[in-house]
Nanobody, 115 residues
Framework: QVLLVESGGGLVQPGGSLRLSCAASGIIFSIYTMGWYRQTPGKQRELVATISSGGRTSYADSVKGRFTISRDNAKNTVYLQMNSLKPEDTAVYYC?????????WGQGTQVTVSS
């Protein structure tokens, strides 16, 4: 059974930084594409960033240059470093693991950017 557990969310002022972590279990982590998505009330979940099994990354235009996704296969963990945070980054952030027919989600962690 796939289990994804996010951590690191919280309240931060505009311009600040946070690092989200997602610890995975129940999968062969190294072969999975891992991703971060976010969702605000009344809106669809949107892609933030992904990292392939080979380390190739992709980002939403809205976060390019500010966010960095990385993975540590030895720790079965994917990270999202978020810098220069803006109020519009406020959302619940979800971790995703994808490979073949498996597409799993974590429970989400709230990020609030406000002064």
């Amino acid at each position: 059974q796939v289990l994804l557990v996010e951590s690191g969310g919280g309240l931060v002022q505009p311009g600040g930084s946070l690092r989200l972590s997602c610890a995975a279990s129940g999968i062969i982590f190294s072969i999975y594409t891992m991703g971060w998505y976010r969702q605000t009330p009344g809106k669809q979940r949107e892609l933030v960033a992904t990292i392939s099994s080979g380390g190739r990354t992709s980002y939403a235009d809205s976060v390019k240059g500010r966010f960095t996704i990385s993975r540590d296969n030895a720790k079965n963990t994917v990270y999202l470093q978020m810098n220069s945070l803006k109020p519009e980054d406020t959302a619940v952030y979800y971790c995703n693991a994808y490979w073949s027919t498996t597409n799993s989600w974590g429970q989400g962690t709230q990020v609030t950017v406000s002064s």
